[in-house]
């Protein structure tokens, strides 16, 4: 245990040590125990400007990034392609480069082209951390069991299919929509209910100006239904003055699912909602 009244060591006699050690290889705690020291700061001022050996430095993921960046830089590109290249901030190529010489000034047709490829290269990066997030939050729901998918498809019903009013009773399970994912889960949750597809109809509404035969195709391959099960496809009339978003090969508008004689399947739809609702809002 060091004793509390000795004197401090010798600066001028320990340096030399010290130096010695550090290139010999030793880590501080070496040095450190070797000369019986037991003050950070005095060993910080015996090892001042002597860099420590390569087996005592921890990894970091941004060396190979570093060299990169310089030999970019000894080639002449700027900040902005360097940046491009590698996908790291300017504040870091700054830090590592700002030793070597600058490259000779680009033209504004080259500085255009450069921060065209830096914007595609920044949206690409962000397209694929969504990808990522988007499979990892897919993974996180695994198989769903028969109840998980009785409360979802309860809460999808009510949010997305017709509902009677009081100005307008109309007890009739009818479903529409144009994600075809939300009519696959909601045609399981039907038949998981019982619903045979004898007492399925379907109906496609499509403007007229799209594809109209591609859609029925699309919709009778997706719900694999009879085409005695589809009626007559409702086109809406196409004006011209109106910009629409929804074209190309993916629009294939939306369909309508009725059930027949579901009068009584309407009110228990509406009971279980219900109890969702009470059972969200736990005991009083």
């Known amino acids: 245990m060091p004793n509390p009244h000795r004197e401090p060591p010798d600066y001028e006699s320990l340096r ?14 070496q040095i450190r125990d070797r000369l019986h020291l037991h003050n950070n ?15 005592t430095r921890r990894p970091n993921a941004k060396d190979d ?3 990169q960046a310089r030999e970019l830089r000894k080639q002449g ?17 700054s830090l590592w480069v700002r030793d070597l010489p600058k490259p000779p000034a680009r033209t504004r047709e080259e500085a255009s082209a450069i921060a065209r490829r830096g914007w595609e290269a920044t949206l690409e990066r962000r397209e694929a951390a969504r990808r990522r997030t988007k499979q990892v939050a897919t993974g996180e729901i695994g198989e769903l069991t028969h109840r998980e998918l009785f409360l979802i ?17 109309n007890e009739r399970v009818i479903f529409i929509n144009s994600d075809p994912d939300m ?12 619903v045979s597809t004898e007492r399925l109809r379907f109906h496609v509404h499509i403007h007229e100006s799209a594809d109209v035969g591609a859609a029925e195709r699309f919709w009778a391959d997706l719900t694999g239904a009879a085409p005695s099960a589809f009626g007559k496809t409702t ?5 011209p003055k109106t910009v629409r978003k929804n074209v190309g090969a993916d629009y294939h508008g939306c369909l309508t699912v009725r059930v027949l004689q579901s009068a009584e399947l309407y009110r228990r739809i509406e009971g279980w909602w219900y109890g969702i609702v009470l059972g969200a809002e736990g005991p009083a």
């Open 16 to 29: 030399p040590q010290a130096v010695a050690l550090r290139r010999a290889g030793l880590s501080r705690r």
């Open 41 to 55: 700061d005095l060993l910080n001022r015996l090892l001042e400007g002597i860099p420590a050996p390569d087996w």
């Open 65 to 67: 990034l570093r060299t």
């Open 77 to 93: 590109l700027t900040y902005d392609r360097i940046q491009v290249e590698l996908g790291c901030s300017k504040s870091s190529i």
């Open 153 to 169: 498809g309860v809460g999808l019903y009510w949010s997305e299919g017709s509902k009677s009013k009081p100005h307008r009773p």
């Open 183 to 194: 009519i696959r889960v909601y045609l399981a949750w039907l038949y998981l209910l019982g």
């Open 235 to 239: 086109l809406k009339k196409h004006n």
